[in-house]
């Protein structure tokens, strides 16, 4: 079982759709969680964190996160074309300091 | 304010030959990382340095890798001799940890090595 797991996709959603991006980890001892968003070709962009169970709302983006069930989700509102990237998931395990990553959803909107 | 720089950010050579990819963190970041992003293998982490310590090199694929941070604000990372295997884009990261609690990392816009 990989550590951080992801769905390759690609995810296809419409303009204006929601799409909604899940991730599931492997350690229960994992205590900070993020989204990036790569597009291709460029490095990726920080766009989300979220260390407590529960909801975080940044504009069009939410990152839930659910501890007990394993698993950290994106959910991004009136997708837009623009948004059309990779989303990489990424935990921090322990108390350290070290990221490790999901192999990324790849979403693509479509206008 | 600046990002993390890297530089160069294209880098074509011959097998055999020495490659050395160089990072400046964003200023006031104490924690540094080298990546690497194959197709294949994805978004690998090769080392990560603390206060200039490094802390972690378990993710260095051999001894052809090495890195050093002589410096809060400069890291490089060197391959000698490289190989075609060693061709990805490869990504450095800075961000702040104090005590046990770690802040958000943020890339720099990574070099692209060619390795023929």
């Known amino acids: 079982q990989k550590e951080v797991e992801q769905n390759s996709g690609p995810l296809s959603v419409p303009e204006g759709a929601i799409a909604s991006l899940n991730c599931t980890y492997s350690?229960?001892?994992?205590?900070?969680f993020f989204w990036y968003r790569q597009y291709s070709g460029k490095s990726p962009e920080l766009i989300m964190f979220?260390?407590?169970?529960g909801d975080k709302e940044d504009g069009r983006f939410t990152a839930q996160l659910n501890k007990a069930s394993q698993y950290v989700s994106l959910l991004i509102r009136d997708s837009q074309p623009s948004d059309s990237a990779t989303y990489l998931c990424?935990?921090?395990?322990?108390?350290?300091?070290?990221?490790?990553f999901g192999g990324g959803t790849r979403l693509m909107v479509k206008p | 304010d600046a990002g993390v720089i890297q530089s160069p950010r294209h880098e074509v050579t011959e097998m055999g030959q020495e490659v050395t990819l160089r990072c400046k963190p964003i200023?006031?970041?104490?924690?540094l990382f080298w990546y690497r992003q194959t197709m294949m293998r994805g978004l690998e982490l090769l080392i990560y340095?603390?206060?200039?310590?490094?802390?972690?090199d378990s993710g260095m694929p051999e001894d052809r890798f090495s890195a050093k941070m002589p410096n809060a604000s400069f890291s490089t990372l060197k391959i000698q001799p490289s190989e075609p295997r060693d061709s990805a884009v490869y990504f450095c990261?800075?961000?702040?940890?104090?005590?046990?609690?770690?802040?958000?990392?943020?890339f720099g816009p990574g070099t692209r090595l060619t390795v023929t």
């Open positions: 990261a800075s961000s702040g940890q104090y005590g046990t609690v770690s802040y958000e990392q943020y």
């Open positions: 350690d229960r001892g994992s205590q900070s």
């Open positions: 979220i260390y407590s169970n």
């Open positions: 990424a935990v921090i395990r322990n108390a350290g300091n070290m990221l490790t």
């Open positions: 200023s006031g970041h104490n924690s």
């Open positions: 340095f603390n206060n200039n310590v490094p802390i972690d």
